[in-house]
């Protein structure tokens, strides 16, 4: 099966930098690496995705690049801002499901 | 936002007891999952299912039964063979099983051993 591997577990940024997410999966038939943002006590909710026939997609201040070859993909948030502040979760998957990593708390210091 | 309706919110479990979770979607999707976090372990598939009366065992099912009878519903039992229940229990669902659509989650249930 698959196996995501996710990195920083920590990650901590001052208010305004940037911050990368990195994270790793086993399986070459995945084809769908959402990114799912967890506030404390609060429901996973898909922040972005993107599928393997594309390379880089962004949103706002959001970006997601994937790199079928190497088999990683990394969620890159600019401009950080305090409400950034969460555990962030990548996932890879294919028909049916997806796996998700272990997770990466964020704090954006003000 | 609504969609996905777990309850309850806080569940006790007595030792040897069986509990039952339940998950309510009116979103109209078809497929429907049970992922259990604990801290520091991310999110674990417990059961999915993708059409009425059909599931599949996910990556921790033992100790674990699901039902569906209805698209909207899928209820989680969480049996007196698993011996570790302590955790944070996740309802999602996808318009499709089809790898590749967004998954909804509910605000979750948390179920602790008296």
């Known amino acids: 099966g698959e196996n995501v591997e996710q990195h920083p577990s920590t990650l901590s940024v001052q208010e305004g930098d940037s911050a990368v997410i990195k994270c790793t999966y086993s399986d070459s038939a995945s084809n769908y690496f959402p990114w799912y943002k967890q506030e404390l006590g609060k429901r996973p909710q898909l922040i972005i995705d993107?599928?393997?026939?594309?390379g880089e997609k962004k949103d706002q201040r959001i970006a997601v690049t994937l790199n079928k070859t190497a088999k990683h993909f990394s969620l890159h948030i600019t401009e950080t801002q305090p409400e950034d502040s969460a555990v962030y979760f990548c996932?890879?998957?294919?028909?049916?499901?997806?796996?998700f990593g272990t997770g990466t708390k964020l704090q954006v210091i003000p | 936002d609504g969609g996905i309706t777990q309850s309850p919110k806080y569940l006790f479990r007595k030792e040897g007891q069986n509990v039952t979770l339940s998950c309510e979607q009116n979103?109209?999707?078809?497929?429907m999952y049970w992922y259990r976090q604990d801290p520091g372990q991310g999110l674990r598939l417990i059961y999915y299912?993708?059409?009425?009366?059909?599931?599949q065992k996910g990556d921790i099912a033992e100790g674990y039964s699901v039902s569906r009878e209805k698209k909207e519903s899928f209820p989680l039992t969480v049996t007196s063979a698993q011996k570790n229940p302590t955790a944070f229990y996740l309802c999602a669902s996808s318009r499709t099983p089809e790898g590749g659509q967004p998954q909804h989650f509910g605000d979750g249930t948390r179920l602790s051993i008296l």
């Open positions: 993107i599928r393997s026939n594309v």
């Open positions: 996932a890879a998957g294919s028909y049916q499901k997806v796996t």
């Open positions: 299912s993708q059409i009425v009366n059909d599931f």
């Open positions: 979103l109209n999707h078809d497929a």
